[in-house]
């Protein structure tokens, strides 16, 4: 009973904390103007992604090649992790039949992640590098030839 009446009373501190925190600077509010902007349209087509991923993959992973050690977080790793992750929340397991042979770019880029990770932390990386080569050309392969698995989203369950 004692827990209940403590979490009801931090509940309250919360709620009268952020009512005067509103309260403040109400006065500089009518200077500034909201800008809104549209919500980024989001899709659940992995051929977006598997473009995406592929264009990606081709813009950073020199960056891995000549161990810019520097840059990698920031440049590969940072943008690698946001696109799969993105795919992964859009790209359902409902939507998975859209996805076929376009899963191999996902997993090409999971491969570049893992050779980045590899190399900027100094270690071997020759065996990471060739299953990222290997599932590249995976990827390339599934874009160049879509009709040998990939599903075209709009005929689903036509």
Not at 141 to 147: F, I, N, S, T, Y
């Amino acid at each position: 009973m004692g827990l209940l009446k403590t979490r009801g009373a931090l509940v309250a501190s919360f709620l009268c904390a952020s009512m005067l925190l509103q309260g403040c600077g109400q006065d500089n509010a009518t200077d500034k103007q909201v800008k809104i902007q549209p919500a980024p349209k989001l899709t659940n087509d992995a051929t977006t992604y598997a473009h995406a991923a592929w264009e990606l993959m081709n813009q950073v992973d020199s960056l891995v090649y000549n161990k810019q050690v520097a840059v990698i977080e920031e440049q590969v790793r940072t943008p690698v992790r946001k696109l799969t992750t993105d795919w992964r929340v859009n790209v359902k397991m409902t939507d998975s039949v859209t996805e076929g042979k376009y899963a191999l770019c996902r997993k090409a880029l999971t491969s570049l992640d893992i050779w980045a990770r590899v190399t900027a932390d100094g270690q071997l990386s020759d065996q990471k590098k060739a299953d990222y080569e290997r599932d590249k050309q995976q990827c390339r392969d599934a874009l160049e030839h879509p009709e040998l698995g990939n599903t075209d989203p709009k005929k689903v369950g036509v």
